[in-house]
């Protein structure tokens, strides 16, 4: 049943339709710009597979979540700051399908649709960590992944 369930919803790409609000001529061009954004997203950068990816979650769980952020760190090099001699990129969003147990939520919201907050937890390498958060460096590279009881 899963595996029919899986086919009939991903069979698809989705369909997402930008529009504007105002008809100037400026919002019509933003929405063109939009649709492109969209498409290069979802076949370039993979964001169909994470998709997929949510469904067969929500399929085993019972519900499941994408997560969109922005990252500073990624996307195409453009300078280096002068005072830090660190790399500036241009930054790229970052996506990832996520099952309940990666959400943590609100317990006492009644509505599902109207959380008032979520918090997201992800895997991260924490040599790479490190490297982006000097000033704590020692302290990342220290921890052990052993929880601490007291």
């Known amino acids: ?20 609000i105002n008809t100037d001529r400026k919002s019509q061009a933003q929405t063109v710009l939009a649709k492109g954004l969209i498409d ?4 370039q950068n993979r964001l169909e597979s994470t998709f997929v990816k949510a469904c067969e979650k929500a399929i085993v769980y019972a519900e499941a979540f994408t ?7 990624s996307g195409r090099q ?7 001699g660190t790399v500036l990129y241009d ?3 970052e996506h990832r399908a996520l099952g309940p147990i990666d959400v943590i939520r609100d317990a ?4 599902g649709e109207d959380v008032p907050w979520l918090m997201t937890r992800h895997w991260a390498n924490k040599y ?23």
């Not at 290069?40 to 076949?43: A, D």
């Not at 997560?67 to 760190?73: C, D, K, S």
Request: hydrophobic fraction near 40%.
């Open 91 to 93: 930054g790229d969003i």
């Open 128 to 150: 790479d960590l490190a490297a982006k958060h000097s000033e704590n460096a020692d302290r990342i590279i220290s921890i052990d992944g052993r929880p601490v009881l007291s």
């Open 67 to 73: 997560e969109l952020g922005w990252t500073a760190n």
């Open 1 to 20: 049943m899963g595996l029919h369930l899986h086919s009939f919803v991903t069979a698809q790409r989705p369909a997402l339709e930008c529009t504007a």
């Open 40 to 43: 290069y997203y979802l076949k």
């Open 78 to 84: 453009y300078g280096v700051d002068p005072e830090t």
């Open 108 to 111: 006492q919201a009644l509505d």
